[in-house]
């Protein structure tokens, strides 16, 4: 049985590329061998050479809500410091990345309770060579240019499926607390305190510090960690509204929207929405630009970084960091 198209041909939408959200017409549609549903998009007011198919996970619905998450999504990525150059070893210009290349994504990444949710592009933070024809993020808001001398305009089917999927490791230690989290929030009906005692950027600047402390540190690796702990953060800003909460919680996100407009949610949130973040990061990475060997080694510093909230699980997840919802979110919630 064929699947149901979500969105129509000529249906205005709002479509993922890269970190961001833009305006865009729905064109055609398709299914894959393999039943995945795509959509030719073309991002309104740009060159036709734009246009691309996407996964349907990239497709967002036009309405006030989602218009709103274009917003907080712009700003997040805004807020972020822009790209520095610098010469390497063989004279070439390269860049550290504060943001993620333009990706595209086949698969639905699924919330910890296993529901189907709408996926930005990998929270994913290396240094890459710059193409000479690529411009450096200027911070706009346009789609940013493909990478490469052929600049195809449509991606072919065999393109878009020959992706691979990258898998992270959830430590045992740390699964109970998702399956916990998933209870207390979905069942349970509670929701997290905010702002949390130990915040989203606290717990990665301790990790940070306390790779710092090591023997083996220098300073080769201390520029490595800076950029991936400063992408972790990042892009938790970035996706957490989009990604990262179940239906119960975004009433309450709403309301912290209006609370604290100017802050990033890295310093409102705390360790088991950045969980939730690693849980999800697997089939976001398998989208970026990363060769394989720049890609391993952002594994291995996220294993890391798992590890580290593995050994000090006991400070970081408390089930006394949820409470009771009022009976006035309820009401907001139904």
Same mark, same amino acid.
């Given at each position: 049985?064929?699947?149901?198209?979500?969105?129509s041909?000529?249906e205005? &939408?709002?479509?993922f590329?890269?970190?961001?959200?833009y305006?865009? $017409?729905?064109?055609?549609s398709? &299914?894959?061998?393999?039943?995945?549903?795509r959509y030719l998009?073309?991002y309104?007011g740009?060159n036709k050479?734009?246009d691309?198919?996407v996964?349907?996970?990239?497709v967002?619905?036009y309405?006030?809500?989602n +218009?709103?998450?274009q917003k907080? +999504?712009?700003?997040?990525?805004s807020a972020?410091p822009?790209?520095t150059?610098?010469?390497? #070893? $063989?004279?070439?210009?390269?860049?550290?990345a504060t943001g993620?290349t333009p990706?595209?994504?086949?698969?639905?990444?699924?919330?910890? #309770?296993?529901k189907?949710?709408?996926?930005?592009t990998?929270?994913a933070?290396a240094?890459k060579t710059?193409?000479k024809?690529t411009p450096?993020?200027?911070?706009?808001d346009?789609p940013?240019? $493909?990478?490469?001398?052929?600049?195809?305009?449509i991606e072919?089917e065999?393109?878009?499926?020959?992706?691979? /999927?990258v898998?992270?490791k959830?430590?045992?230690?740390l699964?109970?607390w998702?399956?916990?989290?998933?209870?207390v929030?979905?069942?349970q009906?509670?929701?997290a305190?905010?702002?949390?005692?130990?915040? +989203? /950027?606290?717990?990665?600047?301790?990790y940070?510090?306390?790779k710092?402390s090591?023997?083996s540190?220098?300073?080769?690796?201390?520029?490595v960690?800076?950029d991936?702990?400063e992408g972790?953060k990042?892009?938790?800003?970035a996706?957490?509204?989009?990604?990262?909460?179940?239906?119960f /919680?975004?009433p309450?996100?709403?309301?912290?929207?209006q609370e604290?407009?100017?802050t990033?949610?890295?310093?409102?949130?705390g360790?088991?929405?950045?969980?939730?973040?690693f #849980?999800?990061?697997?089939?976001?990475?398998?989208?970026t #630009?990363?060769d394989?060997?720049s890609l391993?080694?952002v594994?291995?510093h996220?294993?890391?970084?798992l590890?580290?909230? +593995?050994?000090?699980?006991?400070?970081?997840?408390?089930?006394?960091?949820?409470?009771n919802?009022?009976?006035e979110y309820?009401r907001?919630?139904?």
């Amino acid at each position: 049985m064929a699947p149901k198209m979500k969105f129509s041909e000529g249906e205005k &939408v709002l479509c993922f590329h890269g970190p961001l959200i833009y305006e865009a $017409k729905c064109l055609k549609s398709s &299914v894959t061998k393999d039943k995945h549903v795509r959509y030719l998009i073309h991002y309104a007011g740009w060159n036709k050479n734009w246009d691309e198919w996407v996964p349907e996970s990239r497709v967002l619905k036009y309405n006030e809500a989602n +218009v709103q998450r274009q917003k907080e +999504v712009q700003r997040a990525h805004s807020a972020q410091p822009v790209k520095t150059k610098k010469t390497t #070893a $063989k004279g070439r210009k390269s860049e550290t990345a504060t943001g993620a290349t333009p990706a595209r994504e086949e698969s639905r990444a699924s919330t910890p #309770a296993g529901k189907d949710v709408e996926t930005p592009t990998a929270p994913a933070k290396a240094t890459k060579t710059q193409s000479k024809d690529t411009p450096a993020d200027s911070g706009s808001d346009q789609p940013k240019k $493909k990478r490469g001398r052929l600049d195809l305009s449509i991606e072919s089917e065999e393109q878009y499926l020959a992706k691979v /999927e990258v898998k992270i490791k959830i430590p045992e230690e740390l699964k109970v607390w998702l399956v916990d989290d998933w209870d207390v929030i979905t069942r349970q009906q509670k929701l997290a305190l905010l702002p949390a005692k130990l915040t +989203v /950027e606290q717990i990665v600047d301790n990790y940070l510090a306390f790779k710092k402390s090591s023997k083996s540190h220098n300073s080769a690796k201390e520029s490595v960690l800076v950029d991936i702990t400063e992408g972790i953060k990042e892009y938790f800003n970035a996706t957490l509204g989009s990604q990262l909460l179940y239906k119960f /919680e975004r009433p309450q996100y709403s309301e912290i929207l209006q609370e604290y407009p100017d802050t990033p949610m890295a310093q409102i949130y705390g360790s088991i929405h950045l969980l939730r973040l690693f #849980a999800k990061m697997g089939p976001m990475l398998a989208y970026t #630009a990363l060769d394989e060997k720049s890609l391993q080694h952002v594994l291995t510093h996220i294993q890391d970084f798992l590890k580290y909230m +593995v050994t000090n699980r006991s400070t970081l997840f408390n089930l006394q960091d949820y409470g009771n919802a009022t009976p006035e979110y309820h009401r907001k919630v139904q």
